[in-house]
Each structure stands twice: as C-alpha cells, then as structure tokens.
C-alpha cells in the first residue's frame, strides 16, 4: 500500500529536499505541497492524503492551528499529522499535540528515521519517544488548563488496562511495560490498542495527554 504525504514548509528547498528523500522509496508518494498551514488546507480539499508532515513556524498560519483545523475538520484516521520541530520550539510541540498531531520529529532527523516515522503513522502509532513524550508534558503541564479533573471514560478500562495506560503515560515502551508486568510484548500491545478504543482516542500520545488531564499522571510523578 502507498503512503500518501503532503509536505507543508514554507522553505522550497527543504520541500524539495524531503520529496527527494520520499520520492526514493515505493511505498511513499507526494501527492501535494503546501507553503504554510493556510495552504495546506486548501491543498486537503484537493487530494487524499495519509500522512502530512508539518512544519511548526510558517507565516500566516503556523502548524500548530493548521494541525488543530486537520484533526477538527477531518475527524476519522486520515490524514495524520506529523508535526517537525527544533529543539527550541518544544512548547509549540507539546501545543500541537493536543491540537491532534500523531507525533513529531526534530527537523534534523536523519532521513532514514523520517521514513520510518512516516510508515508508523501511517499505521496509526505515534512516534514520539515515550521519554520525550513524558520531558514534554512534565515542562509544559501549566498549559493542559486549570487542573486535572477525572475523565469518566476511565471508568470503561480494566484493571489492568488502567495499570497499562499508567506505565504508557510515565515514560514506558511495549517492551518496557511487557517485563514490568511480566507479560508478552504483543500482549501489551493488544491492551494499548483496547484502551485507545475504549477512550476514542488515535495514539498513545493521547492517551498520554489524557492521563495527564485526568490526574491519573501528575508532572514530576
């Protein structure tokens, strides 16, 4: 099955530079540009996409609004959004995963770890690191809003589905969880993917947020 991706930066040489690298692999195709996140949209109503890499800071729309109107207006699985930042602009990615985003990647990612990123999205796994994951929401919780309030839709999971989305949300792999709980990696797997169902939610980088909104993870613990 072919990827389809949509780059949106508002720098032609680095579009140029990741349509190269996409263009190189059979299983990904460009089936469109954008030069900011006003264009991208337009672009969407134009083509069907399954993955949309992200710039963060562009003119007229930054990618951060641009990703919260993508997820808002396109609520089902495609497009995903991965979002590129730098390391100085980790606000704005925290920002943009609560906006919807599948993930992100610094800009200076090597090309073979973009590629992988993509596919994974395209699966629809995050790829954020789960210790970025956990950095992120720890320095910038102040902004999940006035306090944590419990989230009724916990009461849907189990036992040990809720042990499980509390090791996902402290920092923890598959692999990392399955030796915790003494239990198969795909075993693991497979609650990770009943808990998302049962919450709504796309990835476990949400369902991480939603710890942290609900109190069931508080920064620092």
């Given at each position: 099955?072919?990827?389809?991706?949509?780059?949106?930066d508002?720098?032609?040489?680095?579009?140029?530079?990741?349509?190269?690298?996409?263009?190189?692999?059979?299983?990904?195709?460009?089936?469109g540009?954008?030069?900011?996140?006003?264009?991208?949209?337009?672009?969407?109503?134009?083509?069907?996409?399954?993955?949309?890499v992200?710039?963060?800071?562009m003119?007229?729309?930054?990618g951060?609004?641009?990703?919260?109107?993508?997820?808002?207006?396109?609520?089902?699985?495609?497009?995903?959004?991965?979002v590129?930042?730098?390391?100085?602009?980790?606000?704005?990615?925290?920002?943009?995963?609560?906006?919807?985003?599948?993930?992100?990647?610094?800009?200076?990612?090597?090309?073979?770890?973009?590629?992988?990123?993509?596919r994974v999205?395209?699966?629809?796994?995050?790829?954020?690191?789960?210790s970025?994951?956990?950095?992120?929401?720890?320095?910038?919780?102040?902004?999940?809003?006035?306090?944590?309030?419990?989230?009724?839709r916990?009461?849907?999971l189990?036992?040990?589905?809720?042990?499980?989305?509390?090791?996902?949300?402290?920092g923890?792999?598959?692999?990392?969880?399955?030796?915790?709980?003494?239990?198969?990696?795909?075993?693991?797997?497979?609650h990770?993917?009943?808990?998302?169902?049962k919450?709504?939610?796309?990835?476990?980088?949400?369902?991480?947020?939603?710890?942290?909104?609900?109190?069931?993870?508080t920064?620092?613990?």
């Amino acid at each position: 099955m072919t990827v389809r991706v949509v780059i949106v930066d508002d720098q032609a040489l680095v579009r140029a530079g990741f349509r190269m690298v996409l263009g190189s692999q059979p299983d990904l195709t460009v089936v469109g540009e954008a030069i900011d996140g006003a264009d991208a949209l337009r672009v969407l109503d134009r083509v069907e996409a399954d993955v949309v890499v992200m710039d963060i800071r562009m003119p007229t729309m930054d990618g951060v609004e641009a990703t919260r109107r993508i997820c808002a207006d396109r609520p089902g699985d495609r497009p995903r959004v991965l979002v590129l930042t730098t390391f100085d602009t980790e606000a704005d990615a925290f920002a943009a995963l609560q906006a919807g985003a599948s993930g992100f990647l610094l800009k200076n990612v090597p090309p073979e770890e973009l590629l992988a990123a993509i596919r994974v999205v395209a699966e629809g796994d995050s790829v954020v690191a789960p210790s970025i994951t956990r950095r992120l929401l720890d320095r910038f919780a102040g902004q999940l809003g006035p306090g944590p309030a419990a989230d009724p839709r916990l009461a849907q999971l189990t036992e040990r589905e809720r042990e499980i989305l509390l090791l996902v949300a402290q920092g923890l792999s598959n692999a990392e969880i399955a030796a915790r709980v003494h239990v198969a990696e795909a075993t693991v797997k497979t609650h990770v993917g009943r808990i998302l169902a049962k919450l709504g939610l796309r990835d476990r980088v949400q369902a991480v947020v939603l710890a942290y909104e609900s109190g069931l993870v508080t920064p620092g613990g």
